[in-house]
């Protein structure tokens, strides 16, 4: 088990920046991939950015070159860098987590935290 806490979300201008966090309870080694989602409201969930255990990174078209998603092992932590943020950024964003051990796989999801981008 794993548990996912995210952190940072809040309101800020066009053209601000943001650092969310994602705090995993235990260790993230075997964790792959980590992930931020997001939600607009009456829109489906989208994946905004992927991180492997390895350290490789993908990311939605809509944030490529302004987000960016790094993790801190000896944190036990992900993070999601984001500038650039425009109106359309405004969701509930969310961590998730995959854990594979022999041919279990289990996901794991944060309770998400509120992004909003407006003037």
């Known amino acids: 088990q794993v548990q996912l806490v995210e952190s940072g979300g809040g309101l800020v201008q066009p053209g601000g920046s943001l650092r969310l966090s994602c705090a995993a309870s235990r260790s993230i080694l075997n964790l792959n991939p980590m992930d931020w989602y997001r939600q607009a409201p009456g829109k489906q969930r989208e994946l905004v950015a992927t991180?492997?255990?390895?350290?490789?990174?993908n990311y939605a078209d809509s944030v490529k070159g302004r987000f960016t998603i790094s993790r801190d092992n000896a944190k036990n932590t992900v993070y999601l860098q984001m500038n650039s943020l425009k109106p359309e950024d405004t969701a509930v964003y969310s961590c998730?987590?995959?854990?594979?051990?022999?041919?279990?796989?289990?996901?794991?999801w944060g309770q998400g935290t509120q992004v909003t981008v407006s003037s």
């Open positions: 991180i492997t255990s390895s350290g490789s990174t």
């Open positions: 998730h987590a995959r854990s594979r051990v022999l041919a279990s796989v289990r996901d794991y």
